[in-house]
């Protein structure tokens, strides 16, 4: 089992800059993959981010350039850097773990981050 809980999400004026964090507890050697995925209301969740176990980084089109997401050495936490924010990316951001083999995925509790213009 893996518990994911995150912080750092709110209220950014555009252009701004905020950081998710998402601290992993449990049994954290079995993950292969964490990463943050955005749900806009009225919209499907989508990736945002991707980091594999050993760092290989992936990034949805639209946030190349401006998130970076990376962790700790202990890889237990997991942080998403936004800079340049933009309205559009008002959404609920949930952290997620995919672990080795066929087990289901874990999520975080869901953080807000408001964008205004």
């Known amino acids: 089992q893996v518990q994911l809980v995150e912080s750092g999400g709110g209220l950014v004026q555009a252009g701004g800059s905020l950081r998710l964090s998402c601290a992993a507890s449990g049994n954290i050697f079995s993950i292969n993959v964490m990463g943050w995925y955005r749900q806009a209301p009225g919209k499907q969740r989508e990736l945002v981010a991707t980091i594999t176990w050993r760092d290989v980084t992936n990034y949805a089109d639209s946030v190349k350039g401006r998130f970076t997401i990376s962790r700790n050495s202990a890889k237990d936490t997991v942080y998403l850097q936004m800079n340049s924010l933009k309205p559009e990316d008002t959404a609920v951001y949930y952290c997620?773990?995919?672990?080795?083999?066929?087990?289901?995925?874990?999520w975080g509790q869901g953080s807000q981050v408001t964008v205004s213009s």
């Open positions: 997620n773990a995919h672990p080795f083999g066929n087990e289901d995925d874990y």
